[in-house]
């Protein structure tokens, strides 16, 4: 138990190799440390209690954990989706929101603890220790902000070495990043509701690509059926509300247990890997494997969906703005003042984005097979009249032919300046 004039620190704490040197570190320079780990979707019921149990035998004076869950898909996961957020083109952001929570939920508990500083074990190399501090500043105010490895350039070598002199073993799994990591494994991933990333010497170039023993969820091609399945998304405001199909039974979920049942028929199917090429939130260039089959399917479904019910002017303003908000959320801005103008927008375009998708998961493919939804511009363009590549009642020849006319007046202006200086033949 603390003293009165012991100062607490709280420290998100997930159990692994940096946040167990840092439980230690930090109570061996004498705060009293409090342990806070936060739930977004990566952790069992068992890996919940054995981060409780390491907590403990690392010396905290409390752990607190956290359900955050249905916060992350609510404020996160469910603009991700309306935003069609792929960063790079492929990447769905797997655990760049998922950090800005936990930073967010650190900071909370840490104010009303009244606590003297918060902690985080993320080095200086990546995005994360930049999440943390800008989370952590904007919602717990004069609050100091403790970051062990980083600000102490700590190696993992010199981690492992320090906990082993103090007794604390490490041997374990030989792939998660979690409790119990083994420090020899080649591996690091991070798993949550979004999906899960994987990091090993192949992602520290730029050429090799990581060996099927890497990843952890998703079947190989070879090993997936051949005939796939399809499986109907059914969507209101723009967001997954029911899945049936080969291998589930129709039925409403919430977003994230749909999520999960949605990951796990795509993963078998070899759906969800891919590797992540972008540039880092401190400005040099990084790799990540990532699975995240739920995502990438829900992604693919809203967005042929949004095709059918959006117009085209909509689709063109919302495009780089879910974009842009993507990227805010990537790079631990969500706070930024923007990020809730965007929000504002994505929930608007929504309001008609209702209906059905059918989607085919066959050997790695997602194949969108066709939507339908009470909002179908298709649907009211053929009861006004207008059939693409057919016939319209819509307008007369004539009138089509001075429409096509006007339409490339410009282009033709331009070539007759073109021609006028000798440019064109």
């Known amino acids: 138990m603390a003293d009165a004039t012991q100062k607490t620190v709280v420290l998100a704490f997930s159990g692994g190799l940096d946040t167990s040197y840092c439980l230690v570190h930090l109570r061996e320079l004498g705060w009293d440390v409090v342990t806070v780990t ?16 390491r907590a403990a035998e690392l010396g905290t004076s409390r752990h607190i954990t956290i359900d955050a869950r249905t916060r992350f898909y609510d404020e996160f996961v469910a603009n991700l989706i309306r935003a069609n957020y792929l960063r790079g083109g492929g990447y769905p952001s797997c ?59 700590v190696i993992r070598e010199a ?43 192949e992602t520290d170039g730029s050429w090799e690509y990581l060996p099927e023993h ?22 209101a405001a723009g967001l997954p509300v029911s899945l049936s199909g080969e291998g589930v039974r129709a039925r409403t979920w919430t977003g994230p247990d749909l999520l999960n049942v949605l990951a796990g028929l795509a993963a078998k199917n070899a759906v969800g890997r ?46 780089p703005l879910g974009n842009a908000y993507g990227d805010l959320l990537h790079e631990g801005l969500h706070g930024d003042p923007v990020a809730c103008d965007i929000e504002a927008l994505l929930a608007s375009s929504q309001a008609r984005v209702e209906g059905a998708v059918r989607v085919r998961l066959v050997k790695g493919n997602i194949i969108v097979l066709g939507s339908r939804s009470p909002y179908s511009l ?12 057919h016939s319209s009642t819509l307008w007369t020849g004539s009138e089509a032919r001075a429409f096509a006319k006007i339409y490339g007046l410009q282009a033709q ?13």
Request: aromatic fraction near 4%; avoid cysteine; hydrophobic fraction near 40%.
């Open 38 to 53: 936060v739930d977004t979707g990566g952790f069992s019921d068992a890996k919940l209690t054995e981060i409780s149990a």
């Open 95 to 153: 655990t760049g929101s998922e950090r800005v929570v936990v930073a967010s939920e650190a900071a909370r508990t840490a104010v009303e603890l009244g606590a003297d500083a918060i902690a985080h074990g993320s080095s200086g190399a990546g995005n994360d220790h930049v999440r943390f501090d800008v989370t952590i500043r904007a919602e717990a105010r004069g609050i100091e902000i403790l970051a062990p490895i980083r600000d102490g350039e």
């Open 159 to 201: 981690e492992v070495a320090e906990l082993a002199k103090r007794g604390y073993g490490t041997a374990g799994s030989a792939k998660t990043d979690g409790v119990g990591m083994n420090m020899a494994a080649p591996y690091s991933t991070n798993e949550g509701m979004a999906g899960g990333t994987i990091g090993g010497a």
């Open 214 to 235: 890497a990843w952890e969820t998703t079947a190989a091609i070879a090993d997936a059926p051949d005939a796939g399945i399809e499986v109907v998304i059914d969507f």
């Open 274 to 319: 891919g590797i992540h090429l972008g540039t880092t939130i401190m400005g040099f260039k990084g790799r990540v494997g990532f699975e995240a089959p739920g995502m990438l399917v829900v992604i693919a479904a809203h967005r042929e969906l949004e095709r059918l019910t959006l117009t085209n002017r909509q689709i063109q303003v919302k495009d």
């Open 378 to 389: 298709l649907d009211s363009g053929r009861r006004l009249g207008s059939t693409y590549g």
């Open 413 to 425: 202006i331009a070539a007759e300046a073109a021609r006028g200086n000798d440019e064109l033949p």
